[in-house]
């Protein structure tokens, strides 16, 4: 792989049709849920997830969904200043199923930047820089937890020399040990599946294994996650670590 295509896998995307937050519990009503992010490959990044329940409806809710990347790595071809920010917004819908301990989410998101449209030299803001088709599906009762999240990041422009795509997708599941606390496992993996860069070709990012502590504070809807473990892929060397805090309301 050239370092052209090495230098934009690199600083790729995620994402995330949200960077989903930790399993909290499925409400019934409308929620929003505020998150700060960080890890050692997207950096940090504030996500926002809401949802909307119709009177009529009583089982499928509306969904929203943003990233505020913050990273002037993901700038491709512009000012290291973040004068270009990449920029995520989605909907979609969730379906909740098993007593409301089941929700599974569907939703279409849209970036604006350069990440994966490109961008010639000195930047260019493009609105519409890809498509963000993604799956989430969530699970809550009073003892066990779990999340499986896929998304695809698509280039929808040439704007730049350079297109590319993204496979995004994870799963962990826990055991809620206290009052408060859970713990569990993590596996996550980021994967450029498509570049138009010359002699490029896909290529994994990272793929990590690890595990998360997390707190929840009942009747606050407060919580934080620690995640953190190794990074498998073939040749990669040293591990990964990222927090999550947030609030639903």
């Known amino acids: ?5 090495s230098k934009h896998v690199r600083r790729a995307v995620m994402l995330t049709a949200l960077v989903a ?21 997207f950096g940090f990044y ?8 119709p009177k009529k409806a009583k089982n499928v809710d509306f969904a929203f969904y943003g990233t505020l990347w913050t990273i002037p790595a993901f700038n491709v071809g512009g000012t290291p200043n973040g004068a270009n920010l990449w920029t995520e917004f989605g909907v979609g819908a969730r379906f909740r199923l098993a007593e409301d301990r089941l929700a599974i989410k569907p939703q279409l998101g849209v970036t604006h930047g350069s990440l994966l449209s490109g961008a010639p030299a000195g930047g260019s803001p493009n609105v519409l820089d890809g498509i963000v088709p993604s799956l989430t599906v969530n699970y809550a009762d009073k003892r066990a937890e779990g999340e499986v999240y896929g998304g695809y990041y698509r280039a929808a422009r040439e704007v730049g020399p350079v297109q590319l795509d993204f496979l995004h997708y994870w799963a962990n599941a826990g055991v809620k040990f206290a009052t408060i606390a859970s713990a569990g496992v993590h596996l996550e993996q980021l994967r450029n599946s498509r570049t138009t860069a010359v002699n490029g070709s896909p290529s994994d990012t990272y793929r990590w294994v690890g595990g998360y502590l997390q707190f929840a504070l009942p009747g606050s809807n407060a919580f934080a996650r620690m995640t953190m473990g190794s990074n498998v892929l073939d040749g990669a060397t040293g591990g990964f670590y990222k927090l999550t805090t947030g609030l639903s309301f």
């Open 46 to 53: 504030p996500t926002f997830a809401g949802t909307y329940t």
């Open 1 to 5: 792989m050239s370092t052209l295509i």
């Open 21 to 41: 937050a930790p399993v909290v519990a499925q409400d019934r009503a409308s929620s929003f849920t505020v998150a700060l992010n960080q890890d050692n490959f």
